[in-house]
């Protein structure tokens, strides 16, 4: 492949991501990559190695002669890979030097109150939940690490639907966040990453059900 597509076929694939993430690309939509590309403003070359690279991130699927198309949601799958971003993000966590993530515990707060706000006035907390944890981990310096979370946390990004489904998930969310930052703030990195797993657990609990008639 040549180095100088490179950084055109990640922001192609960037672009891709997003419009699969926000449902532009619905699940099990097969890719039109004639109007994508017109759609980029791109060549069907790059485009092509860009929906390559999102297959090898499970972001798409490749069929034989059909090309390619989202993947269907899995509640199944989804289950799992909840807890495995919790242990991953309860990793960085640890790996965190104490002194780093006090620094941050101020802004931590006033983003926990902005989903509380954000809570009361009916809108979507997804986004800020999205930044709240971006910000948590932010104090850990093990790329390789960061960069597997990064390759994971998208997988899930279909599914915040039903994870943000009701009000009374959404509160339970929120008290799981605020117990996280005090454990940071008592210095105790090891209770503060069993709230951030559990966090994710009961993420993965509530998929697939009712959210007008079970709580997060």
């Known amino acids: 492949m040549d180095h100088a597509t490179a950084p055109l076929r990640r922001d192609i694939a960037e672009q891709v991501t997003a419009r699969i993430l926000d449902g532009r690309l619905p699940a099990e939509a097969r890719v039109n990559e004639v109007r994508l590309a017109a759609e980029l ?8 190695e860009a929906l390559v690279e999102l297959t090898d991130r499970s972001l798409l699927v490749a069929e034989p002669r059909r ?3 989202v ?7 989804a289950r799992k890979l909840y807890p495995l971003v919790g242990e991953l ?17 101020d802004r931590l707060e006033r983003q926990i109150d902005d989903m509380q706000a954000t809570l009361d006035e009916g809108g979507d907390l997804a986004g800020i939940d999205d930044q709240w944890h971006a910000l948590l981990l932010s104090a850990c310096a093990n790329a390789h690490l960061m960069r597997l979370i990064a390759q ?7 599914y915040d639907v039903l994870y943000f489904g ?8 929120i008290d799981e966040h605020r117990r996280i930052l005090a454990a940071i703030r008592d210095g105790d ?3 503060a990453a069993r709230w951030l797993v559990q966090n994710w657990v009961n993420g993965a609990a509530y998929l697939g059900q009712d959210p007008q008639r079970s709580g997060r």
Not at 41 to 48: A, D, I, K, Y
Not at 71 to 77: K, M, R
Not at 94 to 104: E, F, V
Not at 152 to 158: C, E, G, H, V
Request: charged share 30%.
């Open 67 to 69: 090309g390619f198309r």
């Open 71 to 77: 993947p269907p949601l899995n509640i199944d799958e």
């Open 41 to 48: 403003g791109v060549s069907r070359t790059p485009l092509r």
């Open 152 to 158: 994971t946390k998208p997988l899930l990004k279909r």
């Open 166 to 173: 009701g009000p009374d998930r959404a509160r339970r969310s």
């Open 89 to 105: 993000e309860a990793l960085a966590l640890r790996w965190s030097a104490p002194q780093d993530l006090l620094g941050l515990a």
């Open 189 to 191: 990195l090891n209770e």
